[in-house]
């Protein structure tokens, strides 16, 4: 089927509408761009997507249960990170808009008296891993289409902050194209269209069309440990989560902090018809949100931090299984009817994501694991107030950072 037949198909014609006005590189690009677009994910706008399951409370590892077999977790952990069993996946799409920058987050200087990046921080932490195990841990980084570049020569320039290049690399996160209200693709220019990374639960899918399952440099991986840019504390491979989540035979586990109150705006974790999930804060009733078990803490307590180990087998098993796609309504800059590019000042169109939260639900099983929120937890989402740079500058220097 031709390109136009194949748009008429889906009545998106109007995506060639400025072709004839394009340069032979534009016209290529544009073709490809086409080419590469997942049509069933247009469906979704018509889907009422999967209704919520009976939600139960969760039974996860506490600070105290952690503390009494810590030892033993280590032992394991320690083993299965040095035998090459861990790899580390961090997830490097976002900007950094909220903070003020156009520049991607990780490039974020949160440095007081000394340059210290956000990207710096996490592979410091990563680094205090591999000396505790005696380890070298591959790390892959995704990025999107538009900031992979600036992000391999950001790293480039600073030498990969003292972490073994050999064991780095880069992958481009998939993308999806965004839908104004009436169904139509929008336009970025005459020759793309707008497009925006498909959400943090497409990592996997993105990891296997690079390639990189199958150049044999993670042929010895067993566990992906993935998380967030953000949080600036948090450990990575850490060994007593590994030894804890293996220990446990579950397929996968998730670093969670203790809510702080029942009204915290925080996904927990949950069972949804028995198998893990996450709800997030404005799901819970306020009876839900109070409840309490027999241990006088929060049923629904245990609030996730985008840390996640997931196992490598159970992985490749459901990975041709669809991840639902979540409509979520945004402001996107695109072309008008005379072709000019305008940046709306409300929501005019719907951009598609894939979440994490989901391959949760279709690992089957998931242990979560508590951290010290103050130990563990400085996310970096705002310049100021509630997990900003501010906050996160105290907890680092709290924890012996040198800012």
């Known amino acids: 089927m031709s390109v136009s037949e194949t748009l008429k198909k889906h009545g998106q014609e109007h995506l060639l509408r400025y072709y004839d006005e394009l340069s032979s590189e534009e016209q290529r690009e544009l073709l490809r761009q086409i080419g590469e677009i997942d049509w069933d ?10 209704p919520r399951g009976e939600v139960s409370p969760i039974e996860g590892l506490t600070l105290a249960q952690i503390a009494a077999r810590k030892g033993q977790y280590e032992e394991v952990g320690k083993r299965t990170v040095k035998a090459g069993k861990v790899a580390a996946v961090l997830l490097a799409g976002g900007q950094g808009t909220r903070l003020g920058s156009s520049a991607p987050k990780g490039m974020y200087d949160i440095g007081v008296t000394r340059p210290l990046y956000i990207f710096e921080q996490l592979i410091e932490n990563l680094k205090s891993t591999c000396a505790a195990c005696d380890a070298e841990v591959p790390l892959l980084i995704m990025t999107n289409e538009k900031n992979d570049a600036e992000t391999r020569a950001f790293f480039r320039e600073h ?15 998939a993308m999806a194209p965004s839908v104004g209200f009436d169904g139509k693709i929008l336009m970025e ?27 044999g440099f993670l042929k010895s991986v067993e566990w992906f440990n993935v998380f967030a840019v953000d949080n600036v504390l948090q450990r990575i491979a ?3 989560f590994v030894g804890a989540t293996v220990s446990s035979g579950k397929n996968c586990g998730a670093k969670a902090v203790r809510k702080t109150c029942p009204e915290e705006r925080v996904g927990a974790m949950c069972l949804q018809d028995g198998l893990p999930s996450v709800i997030e804060y404005y799901e819970l009733s306020p009876e839900m949100a109070a409840l309490r078990g027999a241990d006088g803490e929060l049923a629904y307590g245990f609030g996730v931090t985008l840390n ?8 490749r098993e459901i990975a041709a299984e669809k991840i639902p796609v979540h409509v979520v309504k945004k402001k996107i800059g695109c072309l008008n009817e005379a072709g000019v590019f305008v940046q709306p000042e409300t929501e005019n169109g719907y951009k598609f994501e894939e979440l994490i939260l989901d391959t949760v639900r279709l690992m089957g099983s998931c242990l979560p694991y508590e951290v010290v929120r103050e130990k563990e937890f400085a996310p970096i989402k705002n310049r ?7 906050t996160a500058r105290k907890l680092l220097e709290e924890n012996g950072v040198k800012l």
Do not use: C, H, M
């Open 41 to 50: 994910i247009l469906k979704s706008l018509t889907e009422d997507g999967a």
């Open 159 to 173: 030498a990969y902050f003292g972490y073994p290049e050999r064991l780095i690399r880069f992958f481009v996160q």
């Open 189 to 215: 220019s005459k020759g793309r269209l707008a497009l925006s990374p498909n959400g943090n639960g497409g990592w996997y899918s993105s990891l296997i069309r690079a390639g990189l399952l199958e150049d």
């Open 238 to 240: 850490d060994p007593v």
């Open 308 to 315: 996640y180990l997931f196992r490598a087998d159970k992985l």
């Open 384 to 390: 100021y107030g509630v997990d900003s740079v501010d």
